[in-house]
Structure formats: C-alpha cells, structure tokens
C-alpha cells in the first residue's frame, strides 16, 4: 500500500511514522509513505501556500493553486482510491474506516491548515473528509499521523501473530482485557490465579468476560455496538 502525504509542515510528520511496526512495515515493502511539502508545487514567487478568505471572518485559507498541482501531479503517476483531507468538521474516524482504508492501493492525505481550504476544492477534488476527534488541532497533521499508523499495522504481514490487529480493541468493538507482567505479585497485589493456571479455555473466557464488563463500564457507547452486532 502506499500513501502520500501532502502538508505546509512536513517536518511534523516525519518522526511519527519512521518507528516501530511503520519502520518495519516500510522496510518490508508492505507500506511505502511519502510526504510532500505543498510550498513546492506553489507557482507564488515567494512560495506563498495560503489567500485570503471571501467573506466574513479573519484568517487565511489553504490556496487553491498549490493543492490542485499537487493532486494533480499525483494523480498524472498513478491511479488513488481515495484522496483524504483532514478537517475537524470530516467524519469521524474509526476502527471501521481504518479497516477499509487498510484494503485500499493508494492514498493521499492532504492536511489542513489555516482555516481550511475551498469549498469547491473539497467538492471537486476529495473523495474522503476525515476528523480523528472533537476538539481542535493546530493543523491536519497529526490526524495524518493517526490515520496513517492505525490503517499501516493493519495490513497483512505487518504485524506478528501474537500482536495480531484481530486481538486489538475495538476490531470486535470490545476493550482489551486487563493485562499482567511479572512479578505474579507486586505491592500485595495478586495476578488473578486464572491467568497462572496455564488452561487456555479458561484464560480465553476470563479475559473475554473481563473485555465485556470492562466495556460495559467504560464503555457504554462501544458496548451497545458490541451487543447490535452480536
Ligand atoms: Cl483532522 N484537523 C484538525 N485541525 N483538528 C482536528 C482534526 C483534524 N480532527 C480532530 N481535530
């Protein structure tokens, strides 16, 4: 899969995705990740990336020029399922959206800035608008980020049968289970004897009765899922 990243601040994102289960997934050749730097498809002689708005209200919009060359650009070498932008008013991300972007070839993350970008770029030009959260970001890029890692881990090969993405919470819109390390007591307190017994029917169904009530109780929302789809 591969998924290319356009942003005003590719700095930000290069850390994040150049770790861990992301650096092995590139190294295997199972994800390629490309960030571009829209200032250089920017045809403004001081490689200006923002306009005014019409209208109404203080604050810059992303122009249009350099991300219209941009996509363009993309798009005249290879064929995208979806071009995303990230706005905290695009609909909100999930496991769900990560499983099917996870299926896809080719992505492009466009991230937004300012105040946003043109409307008619957003009906023209994208085919997905994605929020990861309600509250407000500085930029889209560390919405990228989060896209870009939870749809990378899931796809096939990338991850190891024990970390498998099937055992993750939410995939069966469950939390995880409580989880224990040695010492088998620490500060007077016990691992449940379950998990030292070495049945592993009965640590599947102990943790699986404790992933229900931890998200009955935490929960509520994710649990009435879990029971819709059962
Ligand atoms: Cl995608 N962008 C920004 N700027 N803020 C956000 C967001 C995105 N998702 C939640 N808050």
């Given at each position: 899969?591969?998924?290319?990243?356009?942003?005003?601040?590719?700095?930000i994102?290069?850390?994040?995705?150049?770790?861990?289960?992301l650096r092995r997934?590139?190294?295997?050749?199972l994800a390629e990740i490309?960030?571009?730097?829209?200032?250089?498809?920017s045809?403004?002689?001081?490689?200006?990336v923002?306009?005014?708005?019409?209208?109404?209200?203080?604050?810059?919009?992303?122009?249009?020029?350099?991300i219209?060359?941009?996509?363009?650009f993309?798009?005249?070498?290879?064929?995208?399922?979806?071009?995303?932008?990230?706005?905290?008013d695009?609909?909100l991300?999930?496991?769900?959206?990560?499983?099917?972007?996870?299926?896809k070839?080719?992505i492009?993350?466009?991230?937004?800035?300012?105040?946003?970008?043109?409307?008619r770029?957003r009906?023209?030009?994208?085919?997905k608008e994605?929020s990861?959260?309600?509250?407000?970001?500085?930029g889209?890029?560390?919405?990228a980020a989060v896209i870009a890692?939870?749809?990378?881990?899931?796809?096939?090969g990338?991850?190891?049968?024990?970390?498998?993405?099937?055992t993750?919470?939410?995939q069966?819109?469950?939390l995880?289970?409580?989880?224990?390390t040695?010492?088998s007591?620490?500060k007077?307190m016990?691992?449940?004897?379950?998990?030292?017994?070495g049945?592993?029917k009965?640590?599947?169904?102990?943790?699986?009765?404790?992933?229900?009530?931890?998200?009955?109780k935490?929960r509520?929302?994710?649990?009435?899922k879990?029971?819709?789809?059962?």
């Open positions: 899969m591969r998924i290319d990243i356009i942003t005003v601040l590719p700095e994102l290069e850390n994040p995705l150049n770790y861990s289960i997934a590139q190294d295997k050749g490309y960030i571009h730097n829209l200032r250089d498809f045809e403004d002689k001081h490689k200006k923002d306009d005014y708005s019409f209208g109404k209200g203080a604050g810059m919009v992303m122009a249009i020029q350099p219209e060359k941009a996509i363009n993309l798009c005249s070498q290879r064929e995208y399922d979806e071009i995303i932008f990230t706005t905290p695009g609909k991300f999930d496991q769900k959206e990560a499983n099917l972007l996870s299926l070839k080719n492009i993350i466009l991230c937004g800035h300012y105040k946003g970008i043109d409307q770029i009906e023209t030009l994208i085919t994605i990861i959260g309600d509250y407000v970001l500085t889209g890029e560390l919405a890692d939870s749809i990378v881990r899931l796809i096939p990338v991850l190891s049968d024990e970390t498998s993405a099937l993750d919470s939410f069966d819109h469950l995880s289970p409580p989880i224990y040695r010492p007591e620490y007077g016990k691992v449940p004897d379950v998990l030292l017994s049945n592993e009965l640590v599947d169904d102990w943790n699986h009765e404790q992933a229900v009530e931890r998200t009955k935490l509520p929302d994710l649990y009435r879990y029971l819709d789809e059962d």
